[in-house]
């Protein structure tokens, strides 16, 4: 339990904070995070909480600022999602946010507050290739050093990845965990949107997510949706609140499907689509690796 050093095997290693044998990001000067994430389960839910969830790098921070304008409706305040990641937050600190509260976790099924199948809040579920999510994650643990103080190179991350060696674990897991949702939870709502889909069609995401959680608005009002959470415009307006040692901003990197060719050899794409068949058996997810 506390700080561990993952090593790769390239002589690099990723600092993470291990609790109950799952791991979770560091984030420096935390107060008592270890506290924190145990306190999770406890946090006191109410029944307008809405959940954003997902693996990390598939499109929270997008999706999060979707469903905050929708059901705000103030397209003039700029708004960091990581405040709002339960994760981190003390509930305390939780207890004095304004209803409805729009919060966002990468954590399992099994880690959400119990509350929140108590109380049947909404939850929105995003899915996006796992490639590309593997080099989005890469990006995101070598430009955030005084997170992961991480400096490996792709070869030698990706085996890391594909093992579950990261914060929140194997993706693998995670798929699996969500896919179950359904049995495991059959009467907690929940709306799945795909990050290519988005990219392919942002105006009939948001659209669905404006009918799920009852927050229907004018065209209108989705196309200004639209245009305040294109890739360019949260780059411009947040780029700020995560930018690496060389000023780029962490979680707005290029916001593209097929990224991943860019860094898979066929070797590496050979073994992940093997590992992927022999961890994914019996869950079928049909993934879109290519922009249409
Ligand atoms: P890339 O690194 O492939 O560019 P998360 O929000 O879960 O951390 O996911 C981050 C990924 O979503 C990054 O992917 C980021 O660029 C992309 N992203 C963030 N905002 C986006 C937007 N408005 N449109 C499309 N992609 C976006």
Redesign the pocket.
């Known amino acids: 339990m506390g700080e561990v050093k993952i090593p790769d095997a390239g002589g690099n290693s990723i600092t993470l904070v291990e609790v109950d044998g799952h791991f979770f990001p560091r984030i420096p000067n935390e107060e008592n995070p270890i506290d924190v994430i145990k306190g999770i389960r406890d946090i006191t839910i109410r029944e307008d909480d809405v959940f954003v969830c ?12 979707m469903a905050r304008l929708l059901l705000s409706e103030d397209t003039d305040t700029v708004i960091n ?1 990581e405040k709002f990641m339960i994760e981190f937050l003390r509930n305390d600190v939780l207890e004095k946010m304004p209803s409805p509260r729009i919060l966002n976790t ?1 954590c399992l099924v099994e880690q959400l507050p119990r509350g929140v199948f108590e109380k049947k809040c909404k939850i929105i579920y ?1 899915l ?1 290739n796992p490639k ?2 593997a ?3 890469f ?2 643990h070598t430009k955030l050093i005084p997170c992961y103080e991480y400096h490996g190179k792709w070869e030698n991350y990706l085996p890391l990845l594909m093992d579950g060696k990261v914060d929140y674990g194997s993706f693998y897991t995670y798929l699996k965990d969500w896919a179950a949702i359904g049995q495991t939870h059959p009467d907690v709502p929940i709306l799945t949107l795909v ?1 290519e889909d ?2 392919e069609d ?1 105006l009939a995401g948001i659209r669905k997510l404006a009918k799920f959680l009852n927050a229907e608005k004018s065209e209108e009002f989705y196309l200004k949706v639209k245009q305040l ?7 411009e307006n947040k780029g700020k609140f995560y930018a690496a040692e060389d000023g780029s901003p962490v ?6 499907v097929g ?1 991943w060719k860019n860094y898979f050899t066929v070797a590496q794409n050979e073994a992940f689509d093997r590992l992927y068949k022999e961890n994914m058996a019996g869950c079928d997810i049909n993934f879109r690796y290519s922009s249409k």
């Open positions: 997902a693996y990390p790098k598939c499109g929270t921070h997008w999706v999060w600022e999602k990468h995003i996006r590309d999510m080099v989005s994650f990006h995101h990050y988005l990219k942002p959470t294109s890739f360019n415009k949260m780059k979680m707005y990197r290029k916001g593209e990224d």
